[in-house]
């Protein structure tokens, strides 16, 4: 689905470019967590109407959402020795009819490593992301465990009944909630395992992946280090403006029903209180998916200001990252002495 390029975070950022040239296809609550009130209103049904759900959608917290929090086991579809490492593709199922395929690569012979969870834009798949041995490199280089698997209502995760005109942005209270149970969910079950420090975990969250990304990070204190690459937010001029969303879809996304029904799940909101986590905000000023009005409140709502990191165009991007840029910070960040003090704080 996109280019193979020689070094996996060079490739990341690639995604980008991918995101422009298309237009939108058609655990338990850590108590320390700060609670948001949700709007007053019902449990939402699913809008395919074939698939209720009393999944709670209005809120970020898995305590809130009505999925059973015990609900972490696996079935291991496949494990396999890569270059050093194992590499796992686990089985998970806390709805009816929406498994999730949660990919852990992680070195052979080492016990309780940091672990960074990848979530990448909706529409880029993780079976074809994760199954790449480089990531092995990454892995081990870098002394943390890589896992990842597909947000809600992405290309792998729409199934029947659902009608296949629904996609991320169409559903997106929906998308963004559920993506953000799932975040924390998968959380508790890594957690289940045993062979992962979940006292040091990252997240990258690229796009979609990024807006879902600061929701979780914001809902779950155990994430401790989060890089933010492109993230949606700001959806009054997101959805405005967004080369994402085709134009004869758009008056439906702006009616006062749809932006109600999302702004309790607001980026900028809590964005701001991720203070005291490792945190980095990369934004290609190029990107014609998120617009320029909502990529400047982003910035703006940041706790960190000198921690936003700004880029003319993808090329300048790749170049200033290089090949280890991303991982090697996350290695700094998840290994160092002081990062169980900096999240505590």
Known sequence: MFRTLAAVFVWVTLATTILTAQTAAPAKQPASAAAIEPPAQAPPQSLSKQTPTSEDWTTIYLAQSGLRLNATGGLTLSKADVQGCTREIERLEW????PIDLYIVRPRGKQKLPVVL???????????????????????RHGFAVAGFDSALSWERI??????????VSELEEALASSTHDVQMVLNYMETRGDLDMGHVGMLGQGSGGAIAIL??????????LDLMDPW???????????????QERPDYLKPEFLQRVSGLEPLVYLPQLKGRA????????????????????????????????????????EALGSNGIAQW????????????????
Not at 118 to 134: K, S
Not at 340 to 345: E, Q, W
């Open 118 to 140: 990848f979530l990448y834009n909706y529409n880029v798949e993780a079976a074809t992301a994760f199954q790449q041995d480089r990531w092995c490199d990454v892995a081990t």
């Open 330 to 345: 996350f290695g700094e960040q998840l290994n160092s002495e002081n990062a169980s003090d900096r999240s505590a704080r």
């Open 216 to 225: 979780a990070a914001a809902a779950d204190p155990r994430i401790r280090a």
């Open 159 to 168: 199934r029947s009944p659902r009608p296949m005109k629904q996609w991320f």
């Open 95 to 98: 709805r009816l009819n929406d």
């Open 233 to 247: 937010g700001d959806w009054p001029d997101w959805l405005k403006a967004s080369k994402q969303i085709p134009e």
């Open 279 to 318: 945190l980095l905000i990369q934004q290609v000023l190029s990107d014609t998916i998120t617009p320029q009005a909502a990529r400047d409140k982003i910035a703006s709502a940041a706790p960190n200001p000198d921690k936003i990191m700004r880029y003319p165009d993808i090329v300048t991007e790749g």
